[in-house]
């Protein structure tokens, strides 16, 4: 598996000669697997870093486009907005999300591209997209299969089969092994809105990744989320401010973590190297490898835990 960090910045896209290593596209996180079809793509949050994701992906001939939202704040959307895959009525694309104050995926571009918010109306370019409105995510398991597509199922019924050993119907009569599956998890974070984190399974190989954004620093850790962490061999994770910001500067509340939340984290769940993303808007290259150092200043001798920051166009091999 591989990850793509294409927007790794929070809130607000940035360009600013003090953030050229770091980059300034907001949330944009493509997923590479040998599980999936040829010419599918799989992408979380459609942020400013959308565009140079699409580019690319339409460069390598991309068929069919599958599009995760964490939620649906502006730096998670912005750079589907702009970029060419909405506009192409030949190109398979799935949009995923949840459903918050009754606005599943398919409401929310409704209303972002809505006159006089966008040029273009939605009705006019939406017939290629099917939205995927997911209620409750954790009881939703999606899979993705190199023949077979794109299948949900509810959570018990792929507990079961996955217990029974079986194959995975995918309908039209045709069944798969789990082992040739991408496994798509959710589970809810603290934002406080309605915000998925997504667990991505590459069931041939046993490689897992989790990103983990717009995560506010919990007191506790509930099980269900240590759980749903654990067995991650990379963990991307909002870190947008140090903790003297977010115990003294105002920011507890904002929706966003800290160093000593990545580190406490990665001690209850085993978790051995997490990328910090979400940078804010203000902070410059330095401020970035600061809030590392600082992760790094919490380790005890003998924990091997690797900390790193995120940045635009980086590739993480799993
Ligand atoms: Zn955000
Ligand atoms: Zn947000």
């Given at each position: ?10 809130s607000?896209?940035v ?7 770091t980059g300034g596209?907001t949330?944009?996180?493509e997923v590479?697997s ?8 799989v ?9 140079p994701?699409a580019?690319?992906a339409?460069?390598l ?5 599958h599009?995760f939202?964490t ?7 912005q ?6 895959p ?5 190109l398979?694309?799935?949009i ?12 929310v571009y ?10 273009v109306?939605?009705g006019?370019?939406a ?24 299948h949900?199922l ?5 507990l079961?089969?996955?217990?029974e ?5 995918f ?8 082992d040739?599956?991408?496994v ?14 997504f ?5 041939s ?13 919990r007191a506790?850790?509930p099980t ?6 654990t067995g ?16 003294r ?9 800290t160093?000593?939340?990545?580190v ?5 769940t ?6 910090f993303?979400?940078?804010?808007p ?15 200043a919490l380790?005890k001798i ?10 635009d ?6």
């Amino acid at each position: 598996m591989e990850v793509i960090a294409w927007g790794t910045r929070g809130s607000l896209p940035v360009a600013n000669p003090g953030m050229v290593q770091t980059g300034g596209n907001t949330t944009c996180y493509e997923v590479r697997s040998t599980c999936l079809p040829p010419g599918v793509h799989v992408v979380v949050d459609g942020g400013t870093g959308f565009l140079p994701f699409a580019t690319e992906a339409l460069r390598l001939k991309m068929t069919e486009l599958h599009l995760f939202h964490t939620h649906y704040h502006h730096d998670h959307t912005q750079g589907v907005l702009i970029a060419p895959p909405i506009f192409m009525q030949q190109l398979g694309m799935h949009i995923y999300g949840t459903k918050d104050r009754s606005f599943g995926p398919k409401q929310v571009y409704e209303r972002i591209m809505e006159p006089p918010f966008h040029p273009v109306s939605f009705g006019a370019i939406a017939q290629h997209i099917c939205f995927h409105s997911i209620e409750i995510p954790p009881t939703r398991v999606i899979l993705i299969h190199p023949i077979g597509g794109q299948h949900i199922l509810e959570k018990e019924r792929f507990l079961h089969l996955q217990t029974e050993k079986k194959q995975i119907p995918f309908g039209h009569g045709q069944a798969y092994p789990l082992d040739e599956c991408l496994v798509i998890l959710m589970h809810w974070t603290e934002h406080p809105e309605r915000t998925i984190t997504f667990r991505f399974e590459e069931r041939s190989t046993g490689s897992v990744f989790v990103l983990l954004t717009d995560e506010e620093v919990r007191a506790g850790l509930p099980t269900s989320l240590i759980e749903f962490l654990t067995g991650a061999s990379l963990l991307i994770q909002d870190v947008q401010y140090s903790q003297e910001e977010y115990e003294r500067g105002g920011k507890a509340g904002f929706g966003h973590g800290t160093p000593e939340y990545a580190v406490r984290l990665a001690r209850a769940t085993g978790i051995e190297r997490i990328g910090f993303t979400h940078h804010d808007p203000h902070s410059a290259d330095d401020r970035v490898s600061a809030l590392v150092t600082e992760g790094q200043a919490l380790l005890k001798i003998g924990e091997t835990l690797e900390l790193f920051a995120c940045k635009d166009y980086d590739r993480y091999e799993i």
